[in-house]
């Protein structure tokens, strides 16, 4: 059984970087796609980005001037960082598997991020 | 203001039949991509329940079904239970923001 488990800081002062990893168990990541989504306390769920494991990508349009997606499929771990954030990115952020690219089949617990001074 | 419409809450009594719609547009839905949705128990992380529009992923029961016709698609919950208690929200890809777009959520009350 595939299982995915996001870890990083919980608290990040604001302009600086948000950086987090999520660690694959229970399957290779090759031949997938790679993705991070984000669900602000109390609203819905915000696509962030995915990637191929072998490195191509593709972010929402609105955060990716902030956004860098990576892996090290040696690992099993691909990363999420997002710079110069506000209060406004304060969240819990998933990654998630997509066989496809469209849609994600396995997801991690989720990792609630504050972005506070 | 989510790029994907649906009902803020639908509600319902065990054992009835709920649906919860997801209208779309021509650069997403109505494009003829798929639709894909998704369940959120209350504190967990969101699981697959309906993928490519009516496919249900291993162990999801076949009370959950999905269909998309022109440019909405829906997803029907039969003989509702307590447990189904949750949020749902749908997915798909929108070709204007070369991304995916989600649903706003709807939330089930089993009554």
């Known amino acids: 059984q595939v299982q995915l488990q996001e870890s990083g800081p919980g608290l990040v002062k604001p302009s600086e970087t948000l950086s987090l990893t999520c660690t694959v168990s229970?399957?290779?990541?090759?031949?997938?796609?790679w993705s991070w989504i984000r669900q602000p306390p109390g609203k819905g769920l915000e696509w962030i980005g995915y990637m191929y494991y072998s490195g191509s990508s593709n972010y929402n349009p609105s955060l990716k001037s902030r956004v860098t997606l990576s892996a090290d499929t040696s690992k099993n771990q691909f990363s999420l960082k997002l710079s110069s954030v506000t209060a406004a990115d304060t969240a819990v952020y998933y990654c998630?598997?997509?066989?496809?690219?469209?849609?994600?089949?396995?997801w991690g617990q989720g990792t609630l991020v504050t972005v506070s001074s | 203001q989510s790029v994907l419409t649906q009902p803020p809450s639908v509600s319902g009594a065990p054992g009835q039949r709920v649906t919860i719609s997801c209208t779309g547009s021509?650069?997403?839905?109505?494009?003829?991509?798929?639709v894909h949705w998704y369940q959120q128990l209350p504190g967990t992380a969101p699981k697959l329940l309906i993928y490519g529009n009516s496919n249900r992923p291993s162990g999801v029961p076949d009370r959950f079904s999905g269909s998309k016709p022109g440019t909405s698609a829906s997803l029907a919950i039969t003989g509702l239970q307590a447990e189904d208690e949750a949020d749902y929200y749908c997915?798909?890809?929108?070709?204007?923001?070369?991304?995916?777009?989600f649903g706003g959520g709807t939330k089930l009350t089993v009554l």
């Open positions: 229970g399957g290779s990541m090759n031949s997938y796609y």
């Open positions: 998630a598997r997509s066989p496809s690219s469209v849609w994600a089949d396995y």
């Open positions: 997915q798909s890809y929108d070709r204007s923001l070369r991304g995916w777009v």
């Open positions: 021509s650069s997403n839905i109505g494009a003829g991509y798929d």
